[in-house]
């Protein structure tokens, strides 16, 4: 389900826009796409969120089936006001971002183990090249930058609103 919107909003949409999507939820909710990368630029962790009202829940794909979202939907042609729901996407944004704050030492934890025993295997090995030495420190180098670095990249995939009464 998460694949089959996320390519809605990939061929359809420009940048800065979302799809509303008319679904059986509550009020608002932003379907937001959290990544943190590593030094590299290569995502570590990837994390599929709905945030409604300040909370925030890593289950998109619940959320989704809960609210009656899916490929055989069909368009209802509520309409929908744009101007409160883009209001809503700063507080979204922050919400999602403290929830990837909140939970990145522990997926930190989880990359890190794998790299320190790597780096404990390397031990003081050296290899000569005809473009000078892979030291033990340029590899070790290596393996800490994938680890995370900075703020995660956070993408507004679609909003779901209830119908308008």
């Known amino acids: 389900m998460v694949e089959w919107l996320t390519d809605k909003v990939l061929v359809r949409l420009g940048r800065?826009?979302?799809?509303?999507?008319?679904?059986?939820?509550?009020?608002p909710t932003y379907l937001v796409q959290g990544i943190y990368s590593n030094a590299l630029g290569r995502p570590t962790v990837v994390k599929w969120m709905a945030v409604r009202d300040g909370g925030v829940t890593?289950?998109?794909?619940?959320?989704?089936r809960r609210a009656g979202v899916g490929p055989?939907?069909?368009?209802s042609l509520h309409p929908h006001d744009l101007d409160a729901l883009g209001a809503g996407i700063p507080g979204a944004l922050r919400a999602a971002e403290d929830f990837l704050r909140r939970h990145r030492d522990a997926w930190d934890?989880?990359?890190l183990g794998p790299i320190e025993e790597?780096?404990?295997?390397?031990?003081d090995w050296e290899q000569p090249t005809l473009?000078?030495?892979?030291?033990k420190s340029q590899l070790a180098d290596l393996a800490d930058s994938l680890l995370t670095t900075g703020r995660p990249l956070l993408r507004v995939l679609a909003?779901?609103?209830p119908a308008a009464v």
């Not at 800065?16 to 009020?27: F, H, L, S, Y």
């Not at 890593?58 to 989704?64: E, K, P, Y």
């Not at 473009?131 to 030291?135: F, L, M, R, S, Y």
């Open 16 to 27: 800065q826009e979302a799809p509303v999507v008319t679904a059986d939820v509550d009020g």
């Open 58 to 64: 890593d289950d998109m794909v619940g959320v989704l």
């Open 72 to 75: 055989t939907m069909a368009n």
């Open 109 to 111: 934890r989880a990359l």
């Open 118 to 123: 790597y780096k404990e295997r390397l031990g």
């Open 131 to 135: 473009a000078g030495g892979h030291t």
């Open 159 to 161: 909003v779901l609103d």
